[in-house]
DNA sequence: AGACTCACG
DNA sequence: GACGTACGTGAGTCTT
């Protein structure tokens, strides 16, 4: 196409440079992409998608607005003009990882192989060039396109809507100019500079003014007008944090302003004119994409047009890559206009035959409310196969009490008809957390069975790479965005219930959930067998959905009068413990604010403490304070004290209260299958997995958790689950017959480390075994024995030798989820961990001590979740009916029976518990469970 | 909305 | 050479 003697004649076109970002680029790319490796072996991640994405901009060749000339800009140093005027300049950035140092070269090779010219200047960054080249193309004339993403690079937009430059994200796929900044920073591209000045920059380490962010940043910059006007302002602006944070900084941030201005004047190595785009040789790129093996490039290379489509990974390299998350679906696109509302019953048998047909269908309950135990059903929908979609609605009203409600079945007699269809043997049914349809649905009598949960089929799959919320779901695997909730219903005081959605609207929303549904589940389900998601989805957490729904119907019982006693006390308290706190202080001040209470503290009483973090805030929290309790500070034990019974009043002995459900009159929680990432439930609205218990003051609101009239509470819990699940992964003989011996685990580990068994060394071991579950590190054990960190490593290295296997254990698991990307329970539960290639240290080693923890804390998910399951058609055959399970807290169930049942239900309980890991697993360790009844959760302790 | 603190296993 | 350090959660309060 263009060729270099053509530039001479065709003056009148408009040049164009395309400025690629390389080293930003490249960076993206690495965490972004899988760890692919290419055929030798050798870490390729980065250099695949820097390839594709040169390949991409390939296409803008054929564009009318496309470029003529092209360069890729990288960095050849980290040192810069800014490093003399301020050396903690970017001192925090980790040197690259491993496994991407060498994949720079591999960069110029590729840039190479394209035949694009390569600017890299010693002492230069990439970005001050970028700049210098774009301010020198503008000035011949020319246009400019910068691709990156970078925000500091957004300053060189100019601020008139036709601005001849503007930058391209090829990862996003989009343009961005004027109006992105203004969008994103609430200002023009000349203010910018003002704006990130202020408000700094982490990834650069610049500081700007701490506790200013970006929206501060923009409202003073759009009031003031720039950095040195908001300086000026300061001083008569109203009292407030901000002011003083910026008096205190002026020079921090006209430091910070220089450090983010891009230098435009920076000696050009090479013309404008020698980056003309001339016809790029097959050859060359021939050889590199053969040398890497990248075939799908070179199928398109051979193809000779280079198509713009997704740049997928290619077979041979991506076997160690996670599961591709975008999959060509063969299904028609969603076309809402296809979905059917039904309004009578003929209509209806219509769509109950076409699901018995199908065999298959997806089904949603959408209510009034989201308190499952007592929403009201407002409409169901199903569908059968793409497009093929209907909403029933039952009770909607029109808003308006004098108008018509819109015409509609009877609530009844539907799901009269569909009670049959939902409990069908023939027909499975799908759903997206139908935990939630099914305790609606209970309310009528109807369960769900068969069914699949495309929520839990996600989590089973992906748990640790994204969410698994429907919209999430829909927009990753179908490229579909969903109609939301809030459009239909508005937010806050103004939000109207489904239920006065207008019928058409409705029937669009929840029909298309439905499709989405059913959508998802096709994709989802042909990725379970090959990805070995089958086995925990089957043994473990699908048989759970039922019961989780039931327990949540049940709930706990909670005597409302012993909470308000409780309240009253602790108010009581804490007003008397307010006065001395104040007396102490010498002022009144808001005691439940950490920023007054630590200028108190360490500024007015001048006690020793540190500032931390960027927002320059003391630290008060309980280890600080009772340090300072410690060094005789009377002070500080009463706020400790305070704030204690602050938390219990208002997390628990108010907040509790309000939970009441006033129909029932229990507390109904709700239990979050995909919570937590490591297999275990969470539980929310209210939380009651952290009732408090460590404290005596605390674990009288225990006492407040009761059994209803004849009946009392039993608590069961495993002991030590996680410990005894560790000897038994790591195959630790010492541990293992510790266990069998049904000895004091702590004491033992007491005995091998220190040779001595008293209170102090059982505290100290039973800190280690922890320690260990948790994926150990000296610092950490240094600071919570007190010790310094050389004797931390001598015990965690006389650990390793008393337990071999541990050791083993954590390097195995390590190197296998490094492998993999993920870790996976004794039950096949897979947790993935993308960090752990992180170039960032602290994440790194954070996910590696996650990665360590989550097949033992994961197993022990398992195993409860199994006995959960059991639990219920365990004590049907034992005849014990009236047992409820009401509660779980990870490694403890909590039941509610009558008195008479204690016995013979303890008996069911212990033997389920004990054996949940089998047959599927055999452990080498016992499973013990502990069992305590009385009339309040506190007593069964 | 985010930081901080703290409740649980 | 500095940084921040145990794993997994949810919620209330204060501040911007």
């Known amino acids: 196409m263009t060729d270099a003697d053509s530039s001479s004649t065709d003056s009148t076109k408009q040049k164009h440079l395309y ?24 870490p390729v991640g980065a250099v695949y998608g820097y390839t594709t994405m040169l390949w991409k901009l390939a296409d803008e060749l054929h564009k009318s607005d496309g470029p003529t000339h092209m360069a890729v800009v990288l960095d050849k140093s980290s040192q810069s003009f800014r490093n003399e005027l301020y050396s903690e300049y970017k001192a925090h950035r980790p040197e690259p990882p491993e496994d991407l140092r060498p994949q720079f070269p591999m960069i110029r090779d590729a840039t190479r192989a394209f035949s694009l010219p390569l600017i890299e200047e010693e002492n230069v960054e990439a970005d001050d060039m970028i700049a210098s080249y774009t301010k020198a193309a503008v000035a011949e004339g020319w246009k400019v396109t910068i691709v990156s993403s970078d925000k500091d690079l957004m300053q060189l937009i100019e601020p008139s809507d036709d601005s001849r430059v503007d930058m391209l994200d090829t990862m996003k796929n989009v343009r961005m100019g004027k109006a992105t900044v203004e969008e994103k920073f609430g200002v023009g591209p000349e203010k910018l500079g003002d704006v990130l000045g202020l408000m700094g920059d982490s990834a650069d380490n610049i500081p700007g003014v701490p506790g200013i962010g970006p929206k501060t940043a923009s409202k003073l910059i759009n009031e003031y007008g720039d950095i040195e006007a908001v300086l000026a302002a300061a001083p008569d602006m109203k009292k407030s944090k901000m002011k003083e944070n910026i008096l205190e900084n002026i020079e921090q941030a006209r430091l910070s302003r220089v450090l983010v201005t891009l230098k435009e004047d920076c000696p050009l190595p090479d013309t404008l004119d020698s980056f003309l785009i001339k016809d790029i040789p097959d050859a060359p790129l021939r050889e590199f994409l053969t040398h890497h093996g990248f075939n799908s490039l070179l199928k398109k290379l051979g193809g000779g047009q280079a198509e713009p489509q997704n740049p997928d990974v290619d077979g041979s390299i991506g076997d160690s890559a996670p599961p591709a998350a975008a999959k060509p679906v063969e299904a028609p696109a969603i076309d809402r206009s296809t979905y059917e509302c039904v309004q009578d019953l003929e209509t209806l048998d219509i769509w109950i035959d076409r699901a018995r047909t199908r065999g298959v269908m997806a089904v949603d ?16 929908c199903m569908a059968t196969g793409p497009n093929e979609a209907c909403y029933i609605p039952l009770g909607h009203g029109s808003g308006d009490m004098f108008a018509e409600s819109p015409k509609q079945i009877a ?22 957390n139908l935990k939630y349809d099914m305790t609606v649905l209970a309310q009528h009598d109807i369960q769900i069975t068969p069914f699949d949960d495309t929520l839990v089929m996600s989590f089973n799959l992906d748990a640790g790479l994204h969410g698994h919320g429907m919209d999430e779901l829909s927009k990753l695997h179908l490229g579909h965005e969903c109609i939301s909730f809030k459009s239909l219903t508005g937010t806050g005081k103004k939000a109207i219930t489904f239920a006065e959605v207008p019928l058409d609207k409705a029937t669009e929303y929840a029909a298309e959930d439905a499709d989405v549904t059913l959508r998802l589940w096709e994709i989802l389900r042909l990725r379970m067998a090959p990805e070995q998601a089958t086995r925990v989805y089957q043994m473990v957490d699908r048989p759970l959905v039922p019961v989780i729904a039931k327990m949540e119907e ?8 012993e909470l308000a006693r409780l309240s009253r006390s602790f ?12 007396a102490l202080a010498g002022e009144t001040f808001s005691i439940g604010s950490p920023k007054q209470l630590g200028e108190i503290l360490f500024g007015k009483l001048g006690l020793k403490g540190g500032k931390k973090g960027k927002s320059g805030q003391y630290s008060t929290d309980v280890t600080v304070l009772e340090r300072l309790a410690g060094d005789g500070e009377p002070i500080a034990q009463k706020v400790v004290d305070w704030r204690q019974l602050s938390k219990l009043k208002s997390t628990y002995t108010d907040a509790l209260q309000e939970q009441i459900n006033a129909k029932t009159g229990r507390v109904h929680t709700s239990y979050s299958l995909s919570g937590a990432q490591t297999g275990r439930l969470s539980s929310t609205e209210p939380n009651l997995q952290n009732i408090p218990i460590r404290t005596e003051i605390g674990r009288q609101i225990r006492q407040a958790f009761v059994a209803a009239p004849g009946n009392v509470i039993l608590a069961a819990d495993y002991s030590q689950i996680e410990l005894r699940l560790a000897a038994h992964i790591a195959d630790v003989k010492t541990l293992k017959e510790a266990f069998a011996a049904g000895e004091d685990i702590h004491n033992r580990t007491a005995q091998e480390l220190f040779a001595t068994v008293d209170r102090d060394t059982r505290g100290r071991a039973k800190t280690i075994n922890f320690a260990i579950l948790y994926g150990i590190s000296r610092w950490g054990l240094a600071k919570r024995l007190e010790v310094d960190a050389d004797e931390a490593q001598a015990m965690i290295d006389t650990y390793f030798e008393r337990f071999p296997g541990i050791n083993r254990y954590i390097s195995e698991t390590l190197q296998a989820a490094r492998e993999s990307g993920y870790t996976e329970t004794l039950f096949g539960r897979k947790t993935w961990f993308e960090r752990l290639k992180s170039a960032n240290q602290t994440e790194r080693q954070g996910s590696e001590r996650a990665a360590i923890n989550a097949p033992i804390q994961g197993t022990s998910a398992d195993i409860i979740k199994r006995a959960m399951a059991r639990m219920l058609p365990a004590l049907a055959e034992a005849k014990l009916p009236a047992v409820k399970m009401l509660m779980q807290v990870h490694d403890e169930l909590v039941f509610e029976l009558p008195e008479s049942d204690v016995a013979a239900a303890s008996d069911v309980i212990r033997t389920v518990m004990s054996g949940a890991a089998e047959p599927a697993v055999k452990l080498s360790v016992p499973l013990d469970v502990d069992i305590g009844t009385g009339k309040s959760w506190d007593e069964a302790h």
């Open 571 to 582: 108010a009581e308290n804490m007003e008397s413990l307010e006065k001395e706190i104040h």
């Open 554 to 561: 049940t709930g706990v019982l909670v005597d409302r009068e």
């Open 19 to 42: 400025l690629v970002d390389g080293s930003a680029y490249i960076f993206r790319a690495y965490h972004r992409l899988p760890p692919l490796t290419n055929i030798h072996g050798e």
């Open 365 to 380: 309950v959408e209510t009034d409310s989201l308190e499952s135990v007592t929403a009201r059903v407002v409409g169901v």
């Open 411 to 432: 609530t009844d007699e539907a799901l009269a008809r569909l009670k049959p269809l939902l409990e069908d043997d023939a027909v499975l049914k799908v759903g997206q």
